[in-house]
């Protein structure tokens, strides 16, 4: 029984041991900020972000034509509120309603960098109006916000981009690395036929740039519990999306008489079972990286956690939401209620993580259900985009600069949840990264194709200085 009892505890303190060794060693992964010229932007930036919020260049569906007049008109604002930009660059509209300036470098040797936002906005839900600080297409400013559908998604990077490159213009600034403003006009509804085609275009060039930059990072505030200071959240890559159709058969009848297997019954119980079998949680890059440099910013307790995911790792996945994720969206069938209906459908949407495809999630649906309801893919689909490296020139570039701007800051590598037109770009880029310097808390955070999005004055000119030094840093 001793031999026991001392073999237990050999073991307990083995296992302390590497559980202490591993927090001790991880250490602080946040480079060294430089001092950065701090630049003076008038106010009147906020009439350009304001009168770009009145244009309503929404995406309903992947079907709908989009609205000439505003994008048009959308496209003239530009023009007129930003002469140098069209003096100087070039411009190629890309079916149509996309731009993408170029902005010619002086050594050709050196690869490209491509700086990306998109034009479109989502619809806003009439009976949400009354909720509204002031109206979503007014570009209301008042003395700490400018308010309107886009000022958080995303036509504050695209206007602050243009406002960076127009004052760089001013002062006789001159890239030594060609530029490429890319802004696509449908990546609320998958950019296919904005962000897509730009590619496409560049791709036929033989343009291979060192680092696409889009939207899908941001600096979470009071969002990571046991930091107290802003993340920098810099996404290498995001995660899939799928949607997929079960559609329920049969031969219907009158409700007096419900037979065994339900039309709707049946719909439902699929339902219920994969909401009950969702896809395992992993611990896949670029989610290792987030336990590195998250976690040794963290108090001792919590960093311990993080530096042993061999042991702790469930918990934590399951708090950076790290799997496919299983979600119901709509559901249909039916025409009266004394009639069991010969059809009914649901659709599923997943967000498919890294090492995971749309195939394979298909499988997953097909092995958890009855073989009875049929499975069909709709909409737009898109597997997982590839990781970006954390250890390229671009990127080190890119965390100099998040560091240098914001020195109190952590920046973390990550993996979005949500889709963005840089899933496009990996073919023409060696790297892909999401980041602009939008503060989100979890009040904020809401305003995301939600009610009363707005951002606030000091916010919106940390973006325009942000992208002024990306800019420099990359020359």
Known sequence: MKKIIFLLLAILIVIAGILLFNTLSLTSRQVEPESLEKLDIPDAVFQNLSRAVQYRTISFSEDAIPDSTAFHGFHQFLADAFPLI????SLEKINEYSLLYKWEGSDASKKPIILMSHQDVVPVDQPTLKNWEAGPFEGKITDTHIIGRGTLDDKSSLIALMESVEKLLSESFTPSRTIYLAFG???EVGGKNGAGK???YLREKGINAAMALDEGGFLSESMVEGIDKPVAIVNLAEKGFASFRLIVETNGGHSSRPPKENTIGMLAQAI????NNQLPYKLVEPINYQFEYMGAELPFMEKLTFANPWLFKNGILEDLNAHTTTAPTIIEGGVKNNVIPTVAEATMNFRILPGET???VKQHIQNSISDKIRVETVGFLTNPSPVSKIDSEAYKTLEKTIRSMFPNAVVVPGLVGGGTDARYFYDISD???RFYPLR???ESFTRFHGIDEKISKENYKEIIEFTYHLIRKFD
Do not use: G, Q, S
């Open 431 to 433: 790297d892909v990264y």
């Open 86 to 89: 069209h003096e100087n660059l």
């Open 198 to 200: 730009i590619a496409a």
């Open 358 to 360: 749309i195939e394979t």
């Open 440 to 442: 989100i808390t979890p």
């Open 185 to 187: 006009h449908d990546e």
């Open 272 to 275: 219920v079972d994969l909401e």
